[in-house]
Nanobody
Framework: VQLQASGGGLVQFGGTLRLSCAAS????????MSWFRQAPGEQRELVAV???????NYADSVKGRFTISGDAAKNTVHLHMNSLKPEDTAVYYC??????????WGKGTQVTVSS
């Protein structure tokens, strides 16, 4: 599975960005796609996840501000990020996971929020 992420950039405090991740290759019917992020000197953390059935979950720090959505026909997920804060600054990584078997990572995309 290959993951192509896009949409990062520089935005001001309170701004909006949308990240996209397109999966290709050996896609199966049961999976979860997620966004993680890693700030300098910090551990990589889960931001949001969506399953093939449309179930979503979010980190407490982004609830109410970020929305993950999926386009199953295109094997693509989007992360809509609103009300961005400087603490959202990180490299964001897309992940494709088949429960209990395999996991793939895309290259990170930088999100920088200026104060």
């Amino acid at each position: 599975v290959q993951l192509q992420a896009s949409g990062g950039g520089l935005v001001q405090f309170g701004g909006t960005l949308r990240l996209s991740c397109a999966a290709s290759g050996d896609i199966v019917s049961i999976y979860a796609m997620s966004w993680f992020r890693q700030a300098p000197g910090e551990q990589r953390e889960l931001v949001a996840v969506i399953t093939n059935g449309g179930i979503t979950n979010y980190a407490d720090s982004v609830k109410g501000r970020f929305t993950i959505s999926g386009d199953a026909a295109k094997n693509t997920v989007h992360l809509h990020m609103n009300s961005l804060k400087p603490e959202d600054t990180a490299v964001y990584y897309c992940n494709y996971n088949v429960p209990g078997t395999r996991s793939y990572w895309g290259k990170g995309t930088q999100v920088t929020v200026s104060s």
